[in-house]
C-alpha cells in the first residue's frame, strides 16, 4: 500500500512561514488528487488544500491568499507552503492521497500519520 510521511511542521510565532512535506512510497503505481487536512482539538478534520494530478489546486476559503499546494510528480511528494501563519491555524495537519500500487491496482485513498502545527500569538 501506499505509505505517506509528512514533515515540516513545528513551533512558529503569529505572521511566520512553515512548509509541509509529504512523501509518498510503496509501489506506487498511480497518485492521483492529494490534499492537505487539519485537525484542531475538538474539532472535526477539513480540508485545507487539494491539488489533482494535472495541478489544479483549491484552497478552503480560511487560507486562500496565505497558502500554497504543490506537488512534485517524479519525487511522488506533496507540499504545503504556508505564509501568515495565525494562532486559528494551529492544527494536526494530515497528507491524504489517491492512488494505487501494483500489487493493489484499485484507487483507495491513503492518510499520512500527521504532523502539528502550532502557532503561537
Known amino acids: 500500500q501506499v505509505q505517506l510521511v509528512e514533515s515540516g511542521g513545528g513551533l512558529v510565532q503569529a505572521g511566520g512561514s512553515l512548509r509541509l512535506s509529504c512523501a509518498a512510497s510503496?509501489?506506487?503505481?498511480?497518485?492521483?488528487?492529494m490534499g492537505w487536512y487539519r485537525q484542531a482539538p475538538g474539532k472535526q478534520r477539513e480540508l485545507v488544500s487539494s491539488?489533482?494530478?494535472?495541478?489544479?489546486?483549491d484552497y478552503a476559503d480560511s487560507v486562500k491568499g496565505r497558502f500554497a499546494i504543490s506537488r512534485d510528480s517524479a519525487k511522488n511528494t506533496l507540499y504545503l507552503q504556508m505564509t501568515n501563519l495565525q494562532p486559528e491555524d494551529t492544527a494536526v495537519y494530515y497528507c491524504?492521497?489517491?492512488?494505487?500500487?501494483?500489487?493493489?491496482?484499485?484507487?483507495?485513498?491513503?492518510w499520512g500519520p500527521g504532523t502539528q502545527v502550532t502557532v503561537s500569538s
Open positions: 491539488i489533482t494530478s494535472s495541478g489544479t489546486a
Open positions: 491524504n492521497a489517491v492512488g494505487s500500487t501494483w500489487g493493489r491496482p484499485y484507487e483507495t485513498t491513503y
Open positions: 510503496g509501489g506506487i503505481r498511480t497518485l492521483s488528487d
